[in-house]
């Protein structure tokens, strides 16, 4: 592992950039594995420059996205920020700006799949069709998640659906409720994600952090033991790995045993508890789709789901939101 310390997080999207410049120059065919979320940001903006500078070609390109949310999916006639779908964010940050080839050069797992076991089987037969990924491109959930792979995924998972922790919801809450304008327990409880076995496929792996709130989950990946409860020290494993940080996240401090490395955001429910039911909830959500339940009816479903957590372990989103911010 090789790790790279910069200044700031634009400094990181311009390394990482010159990273996938350098691929592309190599391999003009290269594959591609993207991620979203607020890191990768000045990365696809530095792409993008480069692009409109002539220095980069996206024609051959294909990419392949790590992960959506399921029962979401574009949804054109929404505002884009009330569509919360990784495709639209990937649309609106990225493919639009490029000449890549939209969509057919443009993989992303769909979250409004009728039958998301054979959809995921199908995704991971596309990567091998098309050579494998050459480089893929990483964030880090501040729990130490890599796509949507959450603390306790198999570290040789395959691409399917898991569901999100608690904390991760709690940490996209700005997106969804502040930005989308959407209520907390609208919020989706499951994605549809690559496995840890599917991208320790790929042949070189680049992991952005930035920010304080990555402090814990780099120094766990960086130097922690490997485990399924921080899914990124896989790639402690992985031949050809560097981490790109900035100055923030690399100060962060170690975890200790006392402080184990986050609380889930529940008062009285432990993780298991929590991802027991959820598990409980996707059986019944797929009962559910083989009597005929449409995308709405399990939405339904999901909303009941977290008003019950919400209630049982909070007075409200506030209190919700106080609890996170102790965490820090
Ligand atoms: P972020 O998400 O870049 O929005 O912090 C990272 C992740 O969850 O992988």
Not at 48 to 64: A, G, H, Q, W
Request: charged letters at 25%; one cysteine or more.
């Amino acid at each position: 592992m090789r790790v790279v310390i910069l200044d700031n997080k634009q400094a990181v999207g311009e390394y990482a950039a010159n990273i996938v410049e350098e691929q592309l120059a190599e391999n003009p065919d290269s594959v591609l594995g993207k991620a979203t979320g607020s890191t990768p940001i000045p990365l696809y903006q530095e792409l993008i420059r480069k692009y409109e500078k002539k220095e980069l070609d996206f024609s051959r390109v294909i990419t392949f996205n790590l992960d959506e949310y399921l029962l979401l999916g574009l949804n054109l006639k929404l505002d884009a920020k009330k569509d919360q779908s990784y495709h639209r964010f990937m649309w609106e940050n990225f493919w639009q700006h490029i000449n890549i080839k939209y969509p057919e050069n443009t993989y992303i797992l769909n979250g409004l799949t009728p039958n998301p076991e054979r959809h995921c089987e199908l995704y991971e037969k596309q990567i091998v069709k098309a050579g494998g990924i050459d480089l893929q491109i990483l964030g880090i959930g501040s729990d130490g998640h890599i796509a949507f792979d959450e603390p306790g995924s198999s570290l040789s998972s395959r691409t399917r659906v898991k569901y999100l922790l608690f904390s991760t919801l709690v940490d996209n809450y700005d997106a969804f409720v502040k930005e989308g304008g959407y209520d907390f327990t609208d919020m989706p409880v499951f994605s549809i994600t690559e496995g840890v076995g599917t991208v320790m496929e790929a042949k070189k792996v680049i992991l952005l952090a930035t920010g304080r709130g990555k402090g814990k989950a780099l120094a766990a990946l960086v130097e922690g033991p490997v485990t399924s409860q921080v899914t990124a020290t896989a790639l402690q494993y992985h031949r050809n790995f560097t981490v790109i940080a900035d100055k923030e996240a690399a100060e962060g401090k170690e975890l200790t045993q006392e402080k184990p490395m986050k609380r889930d955001g529940l008062r009285d429910l432990s993780r298991h508890q929590y991802a027991m039911r959820a598990e409980k909830l996707y059986s019944q959500m797929q009962a559910a789709r083989i009597k005929g339940a449409t995308i709405d009816d399990l939405k339904t479903m999901q909303k009941k789901f977290l008003e019950e957590i919400l209630a049982k372990n909070f007075g409200g989103i506030q209190e919700l939101l106080e609890a996170k911010q102790k965490e820090k």
